[in-house]
């Protein structure tokens, strides 16, 4: 175990929130076709307000900030903002596209201690990357604020959200972030919209390139050992919970609200009526996202990906259940191991079976609409 | 052995976890918890106060420990994070160039 997950380990048992992803805008200068935000202000948090949430995050024993958005740099007091992060002593790390980042702003971020900056690269040719950001001109000023930030000795990792438009472009752009001396981080997920709206999971790869991925040993090193076949699941697993959301981690939208991460838009209070910490101890949907148990989840407890599934019960609870499974993370469980979840056998049978009663109604009640677009839930290949 | 100043390095990041301190630098990502007497002798190093000061008024007082002893364990904590810019160490005291840190 290393010191880190010691940590890790240290907090869940204390009940400490150890990260906190904190989006401060979802104003953005990039209109990425496959974004999961709307980029209006809706009354976004003042200096003071974050300044005084800081305060409470450093109480509450937070140490990992993410700062994020949107585009974080729209926001112009966002220095400000990460020169209190800092004295607070904070672990600050910074999520950008690099549009905004020139000379001046690489050198501040060094100055403050933030350390990492993770920025967006759809792909090493110009046509693709800003025809998915639709921001002419997008991938040059990416890459010129990697080489600033990079020329200030600071740690970047470029983060490539993989879909249909840029699949192909991946290891370009793997080679594009050697060549800068930046990580490299891949990302095949693609999430509904916080609206509810799920066009936009048309974008995924489809299952035979997401299996290309998950084959290729410059991507997942030792592929026998990534894709073998799960092994029995032990009592442990049984009584595991699915990832630190709401555990040791939480996320925070520039208007207050917390949620137990990112992509699991659960509202769990606000900031603006409520102290952080008794959100984080009382609210009663947290304590529901903890309760849970992978014995617990009605299909996937019996799947024999149980213990190695990567299932995000945010995913689960956009497609209507937080106990159930979450498609996409079956699908990729099928793809590295060859090996069927208990959740895709449960809907082939049950699309063999067919109906038992099927009744004809004259005009379909109104809520049918969404819920059965949200119950076909189709993957992406499938 | 000439005295030594300590300041906390402004390239770090640290909270307290558990009753430890958990110490990042920002720079090498290394990570560090430290234990009680560690704790204080990071919480004490505002770069005016000698080392052997800290050594004799704060960890020898609060840990019960004699300060031969305290020292040579103070000297290797200290040099060991200065190794990572998580201390700063010099023979005169230092002035802080970030804001001060509100530790909490």
Sequence with gaps: ?382 | MAERYIMRGSEVAARVLGGEMMVMSTTDSTFFTLNAVATAIWQAADGRTPLSEIVANKICREFDVDQERAQRGADRFVDELSRHGILLVSEYPLVESFPSPESR
């Design chain 1, 1 to 382: 175990m290393t010191l880190l997950s010691e940590m890790n380990q240290r907090a869940l048992d204390l009940g400490v929130p150890l990260s906190v992803h904190l989006d401060l805008t979802y104003r953005c200068n990039e209109r990425c076709v496959h974004c999961y935000l709307d980029h209006d202000d809706h009354g976004e948090m003042t200096t003071a307000e974050v300044a005084d949430l800081l305060v409470q995050l450093a109480d509450a024993g937070v140490f990992f900030l993410s700062l994020s958005g949107g585009e974080v740099f729209m926001r112009r007091d966002l220095f400000e903002i990460i020169e209190k992060a800092r004295r607070l002593l904070f672990n600050v790390k910074v999520k950008t596209n690099g549009v905004m980042i020139s000379k001046e702003e690489a050198a501040r971020l060094r100055q403050l201690g933030v350390e990492q900056i993770q920025i967006s690269v759809y792909s090493h040719r110009p046509e693709v990357h800003d025809a998915i950001t639709k921001l002419p001109g997008s991938l040059a000023r990416t890459i010129r604020a990697i080489r600033f930030l990079k020329s200030e000795g600071l740690k970047v990792s470029v983060s490539n959200v993989v879909m249909r438009a840029n699949f192909v472009d991946q290891s370009g752009v793997m080679m594009l972030a050697r060549e800068l001396g930046a990580e490299y981080m891949l990302d095949p997920t693609i999430t509904p919209k916080l609206d509810g709206d799920r066009s936009i999971l048309a974008l995924r790869i489809p299952g035979n390139d997401l299996k290309q991925i998950f084959h290729n040993p410059e991507l997942v090193g030792n592929v026998e050992e990534f894709c073998a076949a799960p092994p029995p699941p032990g009592e442990d697993v049984s009584e595991g919970f699915p990832c630190s959301a709401g555990h040791t981690a939480c996320y925070i939208s520039p208007y207050g609200d917390v949620f137990p991460c990112v992509q699991f838009p659960l509202p769990s209070g606000n900031v603006r009526r409520q102290r952080f910490l008794d959100i984080w101890r009382d609210s009663p949907q947290l304590k529901e996202v903890r309760s849970i148990r992978a014995k617990d989840l009605p299909t996937c407890s019996t799947c024999a990906h149980v213990g190695t599934c990567t299932r995000c019960p945010g995913l689960a609870y956009m497609e209507g259940n937080m106990r159930g499974p979450s498609t996409a993370d079956c699908e990729k469980s099928f793809l590295r191991t060859g090996i069927e979840s208990a959740n895709m056998l449960a809907r082939a049978h049950a699309a063999a079976a067919g109906p038992l009663i099927q009744i004809q109604l004259p005009t379909p009640p109104s809520y049918l609409g969404p819920r059965c677009e949200s119950s076909s839930s189709q993957l992406p290949g499938a």
